[in-house]
């Protein structure tokens, strides 16, 4: 009798065995599918995350050299508008320019200083800057020789005059300001990388283009 089970054991041995294979192999492709499956939602998850702050980060050279150029071109504009809006009897359409020049020039000096800030430059052009070639700096190291910038003589007269003489001066002035802070756009728009940077120097163009044609004609009235 006991010769006679031995195969009926063996049998059912074998087939537990089987059993048990087909449970742990199927327990194993079933990790290694969740596996699968949490990496490529991971990968759908971040990729998208890390391209978008890539793009963020993505700048070149230009867009250096346009924000700190900017900066002490705003700077100036600002300095000239609160000159002019310290005197008395000066034109309430010139006033009103000033004004405007500053609400709009404010904001892109704070926009320029984070976007510097982000790509880790600082908000002064280093001697090394290739715009040194094109005399942006003077002798000294200041920013007189840069497109538009009104020179210390300059500034001393807008201060001392008063005003329509003074609106004049403020005039004539910003719009030699204006002209080469246009440029300076026109450049950004060419060769600069970085989208948000593109997008003010086409601000800078259209707006300040405008407010040049305003200034002449402001400047037919005095």
């Not at 006991?2 to 294979?21: H, I, N």
């Not at 009897?89 to 800030?117: C, F, H, M, R, T």
């Amino acid at each position: 009798m006991f010769e006679r089970r031995m195969p009926v054991y063996k049998k059912t041995l074998a087939v537990g065995v089987t059993a048990l294979g087909v449970v742990f192999a199927a327990a194993g492709c079933g990790d290694a599918d969740t596996e699968a499956s949490s990496s490529i939602a991971t990968s759908s998850v971040t990729s998208p995350v890390a391209s978008s702050a890539d793009d963020a980060a993505a700048h070149d050279e230009a867009d250096v050299m346009f924000a700190q150029m900017m900066l002490p071109h705003h700077a100036q504009a600002i300095e000239m508008s609160n000159m002019l809006l310290g005197k008395e009897d000066i034109p309430a359409s010139v006033a009103a320019l000033a004004e405007q020049i500053k609400a709009a020039q404010g904001p892109e000096i704070e926009q320029l200083e984070s976007w510097l800030e982000q790509w880790g430059q600082p908000t002064y052009m280093s001697d090394d800057m290739p715009a040194m070639n094109h005399d942006m700096h003077d002798a000294d190291g200041g920013t007189e020789s840069m497109e538009g910038m009104l020179s210390e003589a300059d500034m001393q007269a807008l201060s001392e005059a008063q005003g329509t003489e003074a609106a004049r001066l403020y005039l004539t002035g910003m719009i030699e300001h204006h002209d080469g802070a246009v440029d300076m756009a026109q450049t950004e728009i060419e060769h600069g990388q970085f989208p948000d940077a593109v997008a003010m120097a086409r601000t800078i163009v259209d707006t300040q283009q405008q407010e040049i044609e305003t200034m002449r004609e402001l400047l037919t009235t005095l």
